[in-house]
């Protein structure tokens, strides 16, 4: 079965949604990295929090988080589960979201070793480094418009590689 990809605020999740959410980013982040942290940390609630994630047979497979920054938005905990991943899923859900910011920069704080992943998708540095729960992480941000140009061209390449065909684009669904 294909994945099917989602976008919603608090308001329109159900519990059991949110649940699932944050139960992949507690199985990536706290179980399979052995990291004994708290994973709710009160933004997946905030009315404005932008919760975006790929779905199979109603199980979450990948998910990210984008919240309000002066200027911008704030991406954090993209994750895919352990077992769906380098299917591309996470690399969608950065598309939707540069969709979703409609020009305006984000920024993100990553996993030193995870920089170079970020950094092929339009990621570029600013500022230092820090500490996050014991792990060294790098400040990145990229250009929402740059990236959904990059999305564009790539669309446009498919379509000559498959002789005028058009390629399956997800079909973003808002809840």
Avoid at 108 to 130: H, I, N
Avoid at 143 to 167: I, K, R
Wanted: proline share 5%; net charge negative.
């Amino acid at each position: 079965m294909d994945v099917s990809y989602f976008c919603a605020t608090l308001a329109e999740l159900s519990a059991e949604r949110l649940y699932r959410l944050i139960a992949l980013r507690s199985q990536v982040f706290v179980v399979a990295r052995q990291r004994a942290r708290h994973e709710p940390d009160g933004l997946d609630i905030e009315p404005a929090t932008l919760h975006v994630w790929g779905e199979r047979d109603g199980v979450p497979v990948a998910t990210l988080r984008l919240t309000e920054e002066a200027g911008g938005l704030r991406l954090s905990r993209l994750c895919t589960a352990p077992t769906e991943r380098r299917k591309g899923y996470a690399t969608t859900l950065l598309e939707h979201a540069a969709m979703l910011a409609e020009g305006r920069p984000i920024v993100a704080e990553v996993f030193v070793r995870s920089a170079p992943w970020f950094e092929d998708r339009g990621f570029v540095k600013y500022g230092g480094r820090s500490v996050v729960d014991g792990e060294p992480h790098l400040h990145l941000r990229f250009d929402a418009d740059e990236l959904a140009a990059q999305h564009a061209a790539a669309v446009e390449a498919a379509v000559e590689e498959s002789n005028g065909q058009t390629p399956y684009v997800p079909a973003w669904v808002a809840l």
